[in-house]
């Protein structure tokens, strides 16, 4: 039995601020069994869902020495949908009413997270052949392992693997600082270790030291190796190629099932999408003070508000898109000031046409994937993309950039061989995404046989952990033998 420690900065169902929580959450549910037993260790937040405070067991406290610092770390541990939870708790560090504050809080957080992981692994019954770690948060942990702790014996063999999910945010911070914080060797600090542009990089720090990287599909491990897509990062990425492998994400087609979902109003299924979705979609609709006209094609998104989600290409279309096109639009999503702003006032200018909710509901969300004919994600870059995935599984079809992920999972739709699974452009252009978006939503209006059908497609695609976790299980083969 090969055992394998995933560390990460949040999992559903105990806290989640994007894609990442997804994955972390229902990827270890999928491995096979009887050859691994895959377990999970995060923070403990103050902000954690409180449903699942109550179950946590306390299972034993040591102290973590941050140069120095001493810092307490007690272990919490919980089971959920089979997998065994490790929780770390500090409340000093994972107080606050969110999982991540001030970057120069951040890297000290991260830190003494990362040196838990280490320091928790003889408390907790279970010595893992890899500690499989994911983003910047946890980029110390192969540094940690490789310098101050692979000569001990406990430690020797460990191997790590390093999951970029976003390459934008990399935990840099001032290289002193965090030569304070963190007690490594000035050696460390180096352009051979974690210093790039004269700061320290947590996620280059993973990158270097980690006997595997990955990232989350195929288009983006290649595009990262770029100038466009490396986040200055291009060169390492480029020069460390033959270690850094694409494996695209799955979403958990349990939690994300229309025949079965809790959460939405009309549940409904390959056979009876187009009656199902309509009733979701006028209950949805009325939910959101819009009015009901179900012929009219209703477009989504469930997003981050960020630049990365291209949301500065819609801010330039919007008006002629609502002015002269027949469609309604539902938008839900957290983010940046700026863009909730512009939604708010979008939805006071197009009262009939535009709702937006500002904030995040997981309930919502749902509802949003079930009701609406289209979903939009124009990202400027995408590592992997999880929604566009949820959308297809609930007959909505996705209008996306050819980016990353976007553009290893949706196939453009083509009218003359009538295949394909949603609408795509290349540049990241207004005129593009407002051409794309007018493509569609002529399909809706004059062959509405052909969408069903598109429709139909989306739902049957397997976008389900099993053939990504066979990857996994490849890569974990071939670290350990
Ligand atoms: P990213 O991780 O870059 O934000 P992904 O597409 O990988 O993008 O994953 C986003 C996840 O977060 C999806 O599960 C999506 O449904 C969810 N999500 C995003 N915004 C919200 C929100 N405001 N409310 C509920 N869920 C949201
Ligand atoms: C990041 C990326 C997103 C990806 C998610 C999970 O948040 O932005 O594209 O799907 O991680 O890997």
Known sequence: MKKILFAASEAVPFIKTGGLADVT????????????DVRVIMPKYLCMDPRFKAQLRFKCHFYVNLSWRKQYAGIFETEYEGITYYLVDNEYYFAGDKPYNALFQDVEKFAFFSKAVLESLPFLDFSPDII??????????????????????????????????????????????????????????????????????Y???????????????KTYAEEIKTPQGGEGLDGLMYACSNRVYGIINGIDYAEYNPAEDPYIYQHYDTKNFAAGKRENKIRLVTDFGLPV???????????????????????????ELLLKERVQILILGTGEERYEKMF??????????????????????????????????????????????ISMRYG?????????????????????????????????????????????????YRKREEWNEIAARDMLLDFSWRQSADRYEELYRMLTE
Request: hydrophobic letters at 35%; one cysteine or more.
């Open 25 to 36: 959450g229902s990827l270890p549910g999928y491995f096979n069994k009887s050859e691994y």
């Open 132 to 201: 499989h770690c994911h983003d910047w948060q946890t980029g110390l942990v192969p540094v940690f392992l490789k310098t101050l702790y692979g000569s001990q014996n406990y430690y020797t063999g460990i191997k790590t693997v390093f999951s970029i999910h976003n390459m934008k945010f990399q935990g840099r911070w001032n290289l002193s600082a965090v030569m304070d914080i963190t007690g490594l060797p000035a050696q460390i600090f180096t352009a051979n270790g974690m210093e790039s542009y004269g700061e320290a990089n």
């Open 203 to 217: 996620l280059k720090g993973g990158v270097v030291y980690a006997d595997a990287v990955t990232t989350v599909s």
């Open 293 to 319: 006209d179900e012929n009219v094609f209703l477009l989504g998104m469930v997003s981050r508000m960020t630049d990365q989600k291209g949301f500065d290409l819609i801010a330039q279309i919007l008006d």
């Open 344 to 389: 708010s006032g979008f939805s006071e200018k197009y009262p009939d046409r535009l709702r937006v909710y500002i904030g995040y509901s997981e309930k919502l969300a749902h509802r949003v994937y079930a009701a609406c004919d289209g979903f939009l994600m124009p990202s400027l870059f995408e590592p992997c993309g999880l929604s566009q995935l």
């Open 396 to 444: 909505t079809v996705p209008i996306v950039r050819e980016t990353g992920g976007l553009k290893d999972t949706v196939e453009a739709y083509n009218e003359y061989e009538h295949t394909g699974n949603g609408f795509s452009f290349a540049n990241y252009q207004a005129e593009e995404l407002l051409a794309t978006l007018r493509y569609a939503i002529g399909i809706f």
